[in-house]
T-cell receptor
Framework: DAKTTQPPSMDCAEGRAANLPCNHSTISGNEYVYWYRQIHSQGPQYIIH???NNETNEMASLIITEDRKSSTLILPHATLRDTAVYYCIVSTKNFNKFYFGSGTKLNVKP | DTAVSQTPKYLVTQMGNDKSIKCEQN?????MYWYKQDSKKFLKIMFS???????INETVPNRFSPKSPDKAHLNLHINSLELGDSAVYFC??????????FGQGTRLTVV
């Protein structure tokens, strides 16, 4: 089962940063934190992943706490197209137990 | 070009029928997956295939069977369809460990 806890929904104003939290207090040393999103009823889309260092790519930034028990996905300038369900997933690199939880429904408002 | 493509996009069928959903990926990935998203929107992995070998087989009914004719294809066969099989089925592929690419889903409705 999913090893993460996320708020069910969040609102964000367009153009502002969206900060999506995720708790994963039982994460193991060899497990990564992955973020995916699902826009409407499309297939999930990879966003970013990390092990213990903060990561940034063209889509988002991932901040992982030093004890690795929680993380935050940051969308620096949210747009209406970022409205989606965001999934935080903890898994080894082999996708053996890649479970999607209930995610956070991000509503970006004008 | 679509990276992971599924057909059909919609499938409506009667209980008891046998149906297949096809999946193809043109990314050269070595692992393909099938996920089921139920009415509550939970995504659950059903199968994964790596180099034609089944490496994950979650506790799904044996009416569901994945078939991989080659590395680029992983089809899902479902026998004796039941009402509870109604869901959206997603195919995905990955190379190694970083990123899985998902198809657009097949919405199966059993009536």
């Amino acid at each position: 089962d999913a090893k993460t806890t996320q708020p069910p929904s969040m609102d964000c104003a367009e153009g502002r940063a969206a900060n999506l939290p995720c708790n994963h207090s039982t994460i193991s040393g060899n497990e990564y934190v992955y973020w995916y999103r699902q826009i409407h009823s499309q297939g999930p889309q990879y966003i970013i992943h990390g092990l213990k260092n903060n990561e940034t790519n063209e889509m988002a930034s991932l901040i992982i706490t030093e004890d690795r028990k929680s993380s935050t996905l940051i969308l620096p300038h949210a747009t209406l197209r970022d409205t989606a369900v965001y999934y935080c997933i903890v898994s080894t690199k082999n996708f053996n137990k890649f479970y999607f939880g209930s995610g956070t429904k991000l509503n970006v408002k004008p | 070009d679509t990276a992971v493509s599924q057909t059909p996009k919609y499938l409506v069928t009667q209980m008891g029928n046998d149906k297949s959903i096809k999946c193809e990926q043109n990314l050269g990935h070595d692992t393909m997956y099938w996920y089921k998203q139920d009415s509550k929107k939970f995504l659950k992995i059903m199968f994964s295939y790596n180099n034609k070998e089944l490496i994950i087989n979650e506790t799904v009914p044996n009416r569901f069977s994945p078939k991989s004719p080659d590395k680029a294809h992983l089809n899902l066969h479902i026998n004796s369809l039941e009402l509870g099989d109604s869901a959206v089925y997603f195919c995905a592929s990955s190379q190694g460990t970083i990123e899985a690419f998902f198809g657009q889903g097949t919405r199966l409705t059993v009536v």
